[in-house]
Structure formats: C-alpha cells, structure tokens
C-alpha cells in the first residue's frame, strides 16, 4: 500500500524558517516524481514545487521560487521542502503527492506563519 | 502560467442525479508528444485530496464508474452519473502538461 507521510509543520514567526518531511513506502520511490501542494486555510489547491527521480530536474511556483527548495533523499524514501523567507501567505497544509500528477497524497502537515 | 478556469463554483444536486463540472484551460493542454496532462481530484471534507480521473479520461484505481472524464485541447468535462451522498466534496482539475502546474478553482458539490 502507497504511503506518504508528511511531518516538519508548525509555528513560525514571518521571516523564519520551516523543513518538511514526506516519508514514502510501498512503492519503488526512485522511480518516480514527487510534488508538493499546499492549501491555505479555506481556499483551494496550490501547486508548490516538483522534483524529477533523480533530483536533477525540479520546478517551482512562482510564489515560492528562491525561497523554497525541494529536494530528496533516496536511501530514506523521503523528500524535502525546505521553506526560508516564510510570509503569512506561506500559512497552509503542505501536501506531498507521488508523481507529477498526484496519484497518491499524504495527510498533509501545517505551516502556521504568524507573529 | 496556465489558467484553469472551472465552472460552475457551486453544484447542488439531489442525490441519484448526474452532474457535470467543466474545466476551460487557456491554452491548449495537448503536448507535442500527443499527451494531455489534465487530472481531475476529489476533496472529501476534512481529507486529502485524492485522484479520480488522470489524462483526461482514465480512472484511477478503486474509483466508481459513475465518474467519468472526457475532453480535449482546451475544454474537458468531469461528469458522475449518479449522486451519492459520498460524492460531497470539492472537485478540482488541474493541468501538468506546462511548468507550473496548476489547479481550477474548485467546485463544490452538495446535496440537494
């Protein structure tokens, strides 16, 4: 079974700094894209950044570029998102999604920037 | 950046009725390699988002055959054939074919 379990969320002042973790399992994680999304309190989805099977290749909105970084780790079945420069429109559910067209979505964790 | 554009925002219907939603792309989704990256998701309240229906047409597994996609270039169409009360939730489309992706604004289906 497809898991994607996502942690690193909480309570940042504006300005600081957050990581979040996407755990995967069942399911071969190097052979496959992976994608972030985010949803503010109340509002609809928004695609955040994707990162190819190897790293090489990632891709960003444009909301989020030059202050988010996604990035993975093979040996731990995991991807990363690390968010700098946070704002209180960066307030959200971050979502990890498998592939470039989110065939499976974790539970979702949440970045709270507020002051 | 591609604009999707979903119509109508709020869909009320009586539970066994069909429903349709439709998502308008501002420009075409088709890629040069003959492919349309334009999926369709289901948000129940208070869960995830989960995938229904992918390049257009294809549901993904465990999905109901009540729901259906169709569509090309620029306009497609989510329909459910029958309402159920599970049905409730926000549906969005969201396109993959250009960087970034992007998604609809989301429609809201309830029961009438």
């Known amino acids: 079974e497809v898991q994607l379990v996502e942690s690193g969320g909480g309570l940042v002042q504006p300005g600081g700094s957050l990581r979040l973790s996407c755990a995967a399992s069942g399911f071969t994680f190097s052979d496959f894209w992976m994608t972030w999304v985010r949803q503010a309190p109340g509002k609809g989805l928004e695609w955040v950044a994707t990162i190819n099977q190897d790293g090489s290749q990632k891709y960003y909105a444009d909301s989020v570029k030059g202050r988010f970084t996604i990035s993975r780790d093979s040996a731990k079945n995991s991807v990363f998102l690390q968010m700098n420069s946070l704002t209180i429109e960066d307030t959200a559910d971050y979502y990890c999604a498998k592939g470039r067209g989110g065939d499976c979505w974790g539970q979702g964790t949440l970045a709270t920037v507020s002051s | 950046d591609v604009v999707m554009t979903q119509s109508p925002l709020s869909l009320p219907v009586p539970v066994g009725q069909p429903a349709s939603i439709s998502c308008r792309s501002s420009?075409?989704?088709?890629?040069?390699?003959?492919?349309?990256?334009l999926h369709w998701f289901q948000q129940r309240p208070g869960q995830s988002p989960r995938r229904l229906i992918y390049?257009?047409?294809n549901r993904d597994s465990g999905v109901p055959d009540r729901f259906s996609g169709s569509g090309s270039g620029t306009d497609f169409t989510l329909k459910i054939n029958r309402v159920e009360a599970e049905d409730v939730g926000v549906y969005y489309c969201?396109?993959?074919?250009?960087?970034?992706?992007?998604f609809g604004q989301g429609t809201k289906v309830e029961i009438k």
């Open positions: 390049r257009v047409s």
């Open positions: 969201m396109q993959a074919t250009y960087w970034p992706g992007t």
């Open positions: 420009q075409s989704l088709l890629n040069r390699d003959g492919n349309t990256f």
